[in-house]
């Protein structure tokens, strides 16, 4: 299952209107079993009639405005469509049929829908709307609109097309219901996932606008949306800011999955096209959250006064129950990253040690795992269930011998010495894939091209790691190039696949499931808009994910998802890069929040309040 719900930006809504589903959906029968929630991993945490979630504040206080920001700019408004610049914070105006509780794993409760049902084999899933969920206009949100919603995104967005692809038709079966048909049977999660589905306003895009022209939600708007969700949007400076306002009347306010939420009046972001403008108005209080991403920032950005006298405060937000798998990843489709003794050589010269502690001030852990730093990392050699579906697999594809017999392990380079000897280790490596030194360059043997590397990336904080990288690689002769380019450019370039390398990651929930095909499928390779984006095509890695989705119970689920995680390292796909278990928060001290925090995320700022008698002592925003 994905780590989250996708996200409202980059939706693609589009007019397959016509192609609304009417189609008879499957016979209703009288036994069937309404759920509040539903778990991937048994029983959801909380029963039906339940009031809130247990890591909020029921009676948290509601006022005050909340200032963020984001790096880049926007340039529309309609959170569907693949081009454009979404603004951030559209997920506040937007709904889910579902939405995930944040202290349990791979868990839903109603939202939009206030219930669900499938047949034993899982083949269906029909979901009921909550007859008091009203759009911002006051109209009810219906069957149709869902049918409308799910038609359009699919047509129009290549990602969430392919994330809902095994959803074969979709029907209002009732004036509160719509089934869910699925291509296939047996696969648990596709209640779920459908579960995910953003809803749209088809009346409202179907309408007129204030310029008296039909809306086109295939094309970009600067027209501030109709929603359902706890915010609309209030005022807004194109590419510069946007100001959420709070619905007073919001329908949702007292869903149990909603109390203690939604507890700003007003959310207002900033957009900063530079890193380092945007840290000195965050110290500037120009704005009053921050999450950090970049240690040397951490470490060295934040000594200032406000910070002395406790008016900012730093903190480091432990983070259970995700995994990740951030890396360096060539684009395989280009020729020179085809052969894997390439990738391994390139690992090779990637002295990690030495940027860690000149770098990244010791803050990261190096990651040797698709699923670090959770049990669905694998680990010693395979064994058992884990084996048999890698022998398995084998029959579908060719599996690296490594994987049944070598523990996976990043090159280390504990000093010069040893990093010396990964540079050779490179160069041979380099040697059996056909490459050879000439006159100080690394190049093909046979044609005499040059082995060149064009890292893109749209900000600084990776210009100064692909510095010390460049370094390792000139001393075998390999060029590596640096390409910053602004975000719009950035974005474009690797939707077309249009890089030698770039630096991404990969979220992971403990329940993996139909995500995994748009992470590693054969078929997403090729597919706009997935992330597979160094173009991983491989029938062993399929048959894998397909055990996975098909996972009977949580045994073989793990064990599916160990034998996928030994077949991505082993075929060196990326250069494994860095990660921190913890969330690094920096913020003006004006907010309260529940005490603990939920385990799976800081809930920010779904549950946190404008705290007045902090923000008194901290001193007026400016």
């Known amino acids: 299952m994905c780590p989250a719900r996708p996200a409202v930006v980059p939706f693609v809504l589009a007019l397959a209107l016509g192609a609304t589903t009417l189609l008879a959906g499957p016979a209703r029968a009288d036994d069937r079993v309404w759920r509040h929630g539903v778990s991937l991993m048994g029983e959801p945490k909380y029963p039906a009639g339940f009031t809130h979630f247990d890591y909020v504040n029921p009676k948290a206080p509601k006022g005050g405005t909340l200032r963020l920001s984001d790096t880049g700019t926007f340039d529309s408004f309609n959170p569907v469509i693949a081009k454009g610049n979404p603004a951030a914070g559209m997920d506040l105006v937007y709904e889910t049929l579902m939405t995930s509780a944040l202290d349990e794993v791979s868990s839903e409760y109603g939202e939009i829908a206030e219930a669900v049902t499938w047949p034993a084999d899982y083949s269906s899933a029909t979901y009921r709307l909550n007859p008091k969920a009203r759009w911002h206009d006051g109209r009810p949100i219906t069957a149709e609109d869902v049918v409308w919603s799910f038609h359009a995104l699919t047509t129009n967005n290549p990602s969430q097309a392919f994330y809902y692809k095994h959803v074969k038709s979709v029907t209002a079966t009732g004036d509160h219901e719509v089934t869910f048909v699925f291509d296939q049977a047996g696969n648990r999660e596709l209640p779920q996932i459908v579960g995910q589905l953003t809803v749209l306003p088809k009346h409202w895009w179907e309408g007129i606008g204030p310029d008296g022209k039909k809306r086109a939600i295939t094309e970009t708007t600067l027209e501030p949306p109709l929603g359902s969700g706890p915010y609309r949007i209030a005022s807004f400076d194109p590419g510069r800011n946007v100001v959420y306002a709070r619905v007073k009347d919001w329908w949702g306010a007292d869903l149990p999955s909603h109390v203690g939420t939604a507890n700003f009046d007003e959310i207002r972001y900033e957009f900063f096209r530079d890193e380092t403008v945007e840290i000195e108005a965050f110290k500037g209080d120009g704005y009053d959250v921050r999450f950090e991403n970049t240690a040397k920032n951490w470490a060295t950005a934040y000594d200032f006064p406000a910070r002395a006298e406790g008016r900012v405060i730093l903190e480091k937000i432990p983070i259970k129950g995700r995994g990740v798998m951030s890396a360096f990843v060539p684009n395989l489709r280009r020729e020179k990253f085809a052969d894997p003794r390439v990738r391994l050589a390139l690992s090779y010269t990637l002295d990690y040690e030495e940027m860690n502690r000149t770098v990244f001030f010791g803050e990261y852990d190096r990651i040797p795992s698709y699923f670090y730093p959770t049990e669905l990392a694998s680990s010693g050699l395979p064994e058992g269930a884990e084996l048999a579906i890698l022998k398995d697999a084998e029959k579908a594809g060719p599996i690296p011998p490594e994987v049944f017999t070598k523990p996976f392990a990043n090159p280390v380079a504990k000093d010069g010495t040893a990093a010396r000897s990964n540079l050779r280790e490179a160069l041979k490596l380099f040697s059996e894939a056909g490459w050879v030194i000439r006159n100080g360059a690394l190049v093909s043997a046979k044609t005499g091209e040059p082995f060149k590397i064009e890292f893109l990336t749209n900000g600084p904080a990776f210009e100064r790691v692909a510095v010390r990288w460049r370094e390792s690689l000139a001393k075998i002769g390999v060029d590596l190039s640096i390409r910053t380019v602004d975000s719009s450019q950035y974005i474009n370039r690797v939707r077309a696949r249009d890089f030698d390398m770039i630096y991404s990651g990969w979220a992971q929930s403990l329940s993996p499931g139909n995500e995994q095909l748009n992470y590693w ?91 007045a008698a902090a923000a008194a002592k901290t001193g007026a925003a400016k």
């Open 521 to 611: 499928g054969s078929q997403a390779a090729d597919q706009e808009g997935s992330q597979n984006w160094g173009g991983i095509k491989n029938p062993a890695i399929d048959a894998i994910i397909k055990k996975i989705l098909f996972a009977g119970d949580r045994a073989e689920l793990v064990a599916a998802t160990h034998a996928l995680d030994r077949v991505l390292l082993w075929n060196h796909y990326v250069i494994p890069g860095w990660t921190s278990a913890d969330t690094r928060m920096a913020r003006w001290n004006r907010f309260g929040h529940p005490d603990p925090l939920p385990t799976q995320s800081p809930g920010f700022p779904a549950i946190w309040w404008w705290d």
